[in-house]
C-alpha cells in the first residue's frame, strides 16, 4: 500500500533563509510525486510535480523539488523564504497504474519568520 | 483560482441532520474527488468519480454518499450527522483518472459544523 511520511510538523526558518520540507514515500514501483501548499482556510493549491525524466522539478513560486529514488524522497526547497511562504505543505503520491488515488502526507507546517 | 466551486462555503447543522454538499469541477475535467480534511485525521480520500461512475473509494461512512450527474457537477450527501464529521470538505477534480500524471485541482472547500 502507498504511504507518504513528512517527518517534521513544523518547519521553522528565518526570512532569507533556504527551506527544505521533507517528504519520504512508500509506494511498489515508480510514483508521481506531488507538492501542494494550504493557506489558512483556504483549499490545497498545487506547486509541482515529478512525473518521469529531471530528478529536479521546478515549481511555483520558486519552489523545487529532488526527487531521490534510492532514498524515496521528494523533499521540497526554495533558495530564499518569504514570510508569505508560511503555511502548510502537502506531500501526495499517486502509483502509476488504472485505478490508484492520490495518497497525501500529513502536512508539514512551515514558518518563516521576518 | 482553480477553477473548482463549492458550495456551499460554511453550513451549520445539527446532529442528526442530513446535508448536501456541492461541486463543479474546472471546465473539461471528468475526474472529482471529495477529501475530508479535520485536525485529528488530516486530509482523507473519501471517493472518486469518472465520467459519472465510481472508480475508487477511501474512508468514506456508511452514512456518506456521493454521485457524479452528467453535466459532471458532484454532490456529497451526508446524513444522520454527528459531532465528529465537523470538518472541512474538499472537492477536486482532474481531466483524467488515476493513473496518469495530471493533477488534481482544488476547490475552497465547504466548512461543515455540526452542533
Known amino acids: 500500500a502507498q504511504s507518504v511520511a513528512q517527518p517534521e510538523d513544523q518547519v521553522n526558518v528565518a526570512e532569507g533563509n533556504p527551506l527544505t520540507v521533507k517528504c519520504t514515500y512508500s509506494?511498489?514501483?515508480?510514483?508521481?510525486l506531488f507538492w501542494y501548499v494550504q493557506y489558512p482556510n483556504r483549499g490545497l493549491q498545487f506547486l509541482l510535480k515529478?512525473?518521469?525524466?529531471?530528478?529536479l522539478v521546478k515549481g511555483s513560486y520558486g519552489f523545487e523539488a529532488e526527487f531521490n529514488k534510492s532514498q524515496t524522497s521528494f523533499h521540497l526547497k526554495k533558495p530564499s523564504a518569504l514570510v508569505s511562504d508560511s503555511a502548510l505543505y502537502f506531500c501526495?503520491?499517486?502509483?502509476?497504474?488504472?485505478?490508484?488515488?492520490?495518497?497525501f502526507g500529513p502536512g508539514t507546517r512551515l514558518s518563516v519568520l521576518p | 483560482d482553480s477553477g473548482v466551486t463549492q458550495t456551499p462555503k460554511h453550513l451549520i447543522t445539527a446532529t442528526g441532520q442530513r446535508v448536501t454538499l456541492r461541486c463543479s469541477p474546472r471546465?473539461?475535467?471528468?475526474?472529482v474527488y471529495w477529501y475530508q480534511q479535520s485536525l485529528d485525521q488530516g486530509l482523507q480520500f473519501l471517493i472518486q468519480?469518472?465520467?459519472?461512475?465510481?472508480?475508487a473509494k477511501g474512508n468514506i461512512l456508511e452514512r456518506f454518499s456521493a454521485q457524479q450527474f452528467p453535466d459532471l457537477h458532484s454532490e456529497l450527501n451526508l446524513s444522520s450527522l454527528e459531532l465528529g464529521d465537523s470538518a472541512l470538505y474538499f472537492c477536486?477534480?482532474?481531466?483524467?483518472?488515476?493513473?496518469?500524471?495530471?493533477?488534481?485541482?482544488f476547490g475552497e472547500g465547504s466548512w461543515l459544523t455540526v452542533v
Open positions: 471546465s473539461g475535467d471528468l475526474s
Open positions: 477536486a477534480s482532474s481531466v483524467f483518472e488515476g493513473g496518469t500524471g495530471n493533477t488534481i485541482y
Open positions: 501526495a503520491v499517486r502509483e502509476r497504474g488504472y485505478g490508484q488515488n492520490f495518497v
Open positions: 515529478y512525473i518521469t525524466g529531471d530528478n
Open positions: 468519480y469518472y465520467n459519472g461512475e465510481e472508480r
Open positions: 509506494v511498489s514501483g515508480n510514483p508521481y
